[in-house]
């Protein structure tokens, strides 16, 4: 039987290869918006305006599409 692949690296991987620019919001409520650089099973790398932040991923919660995060905002 064919092992699943884990939805997580799914999602990051796709993140990833498409460039996407993403809303990453930390379990303090810190927001952070950039491009996924790399990741492996503990951190991730967000490129920020040209800068490399190293997150860890226990203290992320949730990843948002930036342009789905701004249109939201302005249906508002």
Not at 2 to 22: H, P, R, W, Y
Not at 30 to 49: T, Y
Request: negative net charge; glycine residues 6%.
């Amino acid at each position: 039987m064919a092992e699943k692949e884990n939805i997580q690296e799914v999602l990051l991987k796709k993140f990833k290869s498409e460039g996407t620019e993403l809303t990453v919001f930390l379990l303090n409520g810190f927001q952070m918006k950039g491009k996924i650089v790399d990741f492996d099973d503990k951190v991730v790398l967000l490129d920020i305006q040209g800068k490399e932040h190293l997150i860890y991923k226990h203290a992320i919660s949730t990843f948002v599409d930036a342009q789905d995060d701004e249109n939201q905002d302005s249906e508002q």
